[in-house]
């Protein structure tokens, strides 16, 4: 992928930043899209000291707005982008009949309508040129269900399902979408979760042991399974979901 551009959304840090190392140890050229601009800047300064190429731009996926002025600095710095990783997202862990409507429209615009905002940006550029990679970040969550995340379990399986039928719209026009499904990974957002559901130690200690590989996961377990969608190596590759979680789901 020498040169390709990525834009990777939520990469500062966690998941998304291993995403977008591992992108652009690869060779893509990569756009550090957050929230938190400071903290997409130390990301791109890390990968650019490193060796590659990166830029950072704030962008707020629940602003449409945002979204296209983020996009539009995008391809005015690195040019069109030709791979996109929806990665942002957000949960907090609680009993779903604890939960409020206004909850509700939090998770679904971060992590639903965020990627639809998104690739709706940024697809029909891929349409016209003929090319395009969408990696869209799920969860084993979207795909078994987990205690305490039901809101965010429905808008992991609603990205699977669009995932799917996005790859069958735009197959012909020679892009490909598909989704990683991260299992329990040891990020300082899955910590944060944690502490907020009580005893952070039993919670961890509880989804490590039902990990048959006998540990978390990390971000550079992630990024590789995305960096592999994106590559030429997987040009026949559509509409499929691959798990990256120790063995926490293996259909």
Not at 74 to 90: F, H, K, R
Not at 145 to 151: F, M, N
Not at 158 to 180: C, M, P, Q, Y
């Amino acid at each position: 992928m020498t040169n390709r551009v990525a834009l990777v959304t939520g990469g500062a840090q966690g998941i998304g930043k291993g995403i977008a190392s591992a992108l652009a140890a690869a060779g893509a050229r990569v756009a550090i899209a957050d929230l938190n601009l400071e903290v997409a800047e130390l990301t791109a300064k890390e990968i650019t000291e490193a060796g590659g190429t990166a830029i950072a731009v704030r962008i707020d996926v629940t602003d449409g707005d945002s979204v296209r002025a983020a996009v539009g600095q995008v391809e005015q710095s690195l040019g069109p982008v030709e791979i996109v990783v929806n990665n942002a997202g957000w949960d907090d862990f609680m009993p779903f009949v604890d939960t409020t409507e206004q909850f509700w429209d939090k998770v679904l615009d971060i992590n639903f309508k965020g990627a639809l905002r998104v690739t709706q940006a940024v697809v029909p550029g891929m349409v016209e040129r003929g090319f395009g990679r969408v990696i869209n970040i799920g969860s084993d969550a979207g795909r078994v269900g987990s205690s305490l995340e039901a809101v965010y379990s429905g808008t992991k399986g609603g990205i699977i399902a669009f995932t799917k039928t996005l790859a069958r719209e735009v197959a012909k026009s020679g892009i490909t979408a598909n989704t990683v499904c991260p299992g329990p990974t040891d990020t300082p957002a899955l910590r944060k979760f944690a502490d907020g559901a009580g005893n952070a130690e039993k919670v961890i200690a509880g989804m490590t042991r039902a990990v048959p590989l006998g540990r978390l996961g990390t971000p550079e377990d992630v990024g590789p399974a995305v960096a592999f969608f994106a590559s030429d190596a997987a040009g026949f590759i559509t509409g499929q979901t691959l798990s990256v979680s120790g063995g926490l789901t293996m259909a």
